[in-house]
């Protein structure tokens, strides 16, 4: 079982930058795909970053590119997202997700299970 605290979310004027982290306890974290995901008022959920297991950068969201960077630090069971030059249009809650399959040692185990942390409110005004 894995599981996922986000902090570092806040309010910060256009043009900031604020670090987001997920914290995570469980045994498999280090052996996952980990993803940033953001939801605002009344639109979907949508995937802004992934890292793998092994710190290789993903799936960046068009409108993220260039001013979000993912990393992870597996000895402190952590996954930040670190957002600059922040728009308005950032404005939603932060979720990291920790995907269903993880790395045994010798093969990709299907756990059945993803799983969510509760969130982190970013705000940007203008």
């Known amino acids: 079982q894995v599981q996922l605290v986000e902090s570092g979310g806040g309010l910060v004027q256009a043009g900031g930058s604020l670090r987001l982290s997920c914290a995570a306890s469980?045994?498999?974290?280090?052996?996952?795909?980990i993803g940033w995901y953001r939801q605002a008022p009344g639109k979907q959920r949508e995937l802004v970053a992934r890292?793998?297991?092994?710190?290789?950068?993903?799936d960046y969201a068009e409108s993220v590119k260039g001013r979000f960077t993912i990393f992870r630090d597996n000895v402190k069971n952590t996954v930040y997202l670190q957002m600059n030059s922040l728009k308005p249009e950032d404005t939603a809650v932060y979720y990291c997700?920790?995907?269903?399959?993880?790395?045994?040692?010798?093969?990709?185990?299907?756990?059945?299970?993803?799983?969510w942390g509760q969130g982190t409110q970013v705000t940007v005004s203008s």
């Open positions: 997700n920790a995907e269903r399959y993880y790395w045994s040692g010798y093969k990709t185990i299907d756990s059945g299970v993803e799983y």
């Open positions: 469980g045994s498999t974290f280090s052996d996952r795909t």
């Open positions: 890292i793998s297991r092994l710190g290789i950068p993903s």
